[in-house]
């Protein structure tokens, strides 16, 4: 995907990750200025490096999106190095490892905060300190990154996850109702079940875990990052200037409600 992101500056977080990763080279190859950040500073740095030798803008901020004072620094230094913050990209996302999955009342009170902190604490507070930039501006683009489990298919035992990328939808219309006046466009991509190395083994991996997740997908196949990255590319751009409030599935038909275990049940049409 091609779209014109040339002079503008742009900030993402969760960028050491595979969505991030992509999404954070694709607005460069674009033409935007790319600040990445993420807690993890040696893939960060890693990754920054390989879009500037691709001859593109990439400048690695380490924080803790889970403390403020981190995404204050964050946006301060974006700031004061261009001018200006064109696009943030609310990627950062977190979920707990399965053996702290849990019914509600045996869910870790701390696992729950943690998922919380990172996956919806963070996008208020890069709002926080990011809109108020964009408003002098009378200019900006948020990309919020949701999930399917947070649209329309929660995940069983995962009810901090499935809670907190909900909360985020919402958050998306608030925030785009709030500041349109002000020329700011908020939208919502929200991925399904997106490949990476660690989905790729612990799911696609194992035939029972790969034959139940496919049973929820259309379409028959993961996802890929870039697929997610043309999503937010678009909403990155001046060619999504009439999109707010917005919330834009990539998940293969998920959500569309599809069930292929249950048509095994209870037969084609059913």
């Not at 919020?144 to 990328?165: D, E, T």
């Amino acid at each position: 995907m091609i779209v014109n992101l040339a002079n503008k500056t742009a900030l993402i977080t969760g960028a050491a990750g595979t969505i991030g990763s992509v999404t954070a080279m694709e607005l460069a190859r674009n033409g935007a200025a790319v600040f990445m950040n993420d807690i993890n500073e040696h893939a960060g740095q890693k990754i920054a490096q390989t879009i500037c030798e691709a001859g593109c803008s990439a400048t690695f901020l380490p924080g803790d999106v889970t403390k403020e004072e981190d995404i204050a620094h964050m946006a301060e230094t974006a700031l004061s190095r261009r001018g200006r913050i064109d696009i943030l990209v609310n990627n950062v996302g977190l979920n707990v490892n399965a053996e702290f999955r849990k019914p509600l009342y045996g869910y870790d009170p701390a696992a729950w905060h943690k998922v919380v902190d990172v996956c919806l604490d963070s996008v208020y507070y890069c709002c926080k300190y990011v809109i108020p930039v964009m408003e002098k501006q009378h200019y900006g683009k948020v990309v919020n990154i949701g999930s399917v489990a947070g649209f329309s298919a929660p995940l069983r035992l995962q009810s901090a996850y499935s809670a907190a990328k909900a909360a985020i939808v919402n958050l998306t219309k608030s925030l785009a109702i709030e500041y349109a006046k002000s020329n700011i466009n908020v939208n919502c991509v929200v991925p399904g079940s997106i490949m990476n190395e660690q989905i790729k083994t612990a799911v696609y991996g194992d035939p029972a875990r790969k034959e139940s997740m496919l049973s929820h997908i259309p379409q028959g196949n993961a996802g890929e990052p870039l697929d997610i990255a043309n999503a937010v590319l678009f909403f990155a751009s001046d060619d999504s200037k009439y999109a707010t409030g917005s919330v834009l599935n990539i998940d293969g038909g998920w959500a569309a409600g599809y069930a292929l275990d249950f048509n095994h049940v209870k037969g084609e049409g059913l």
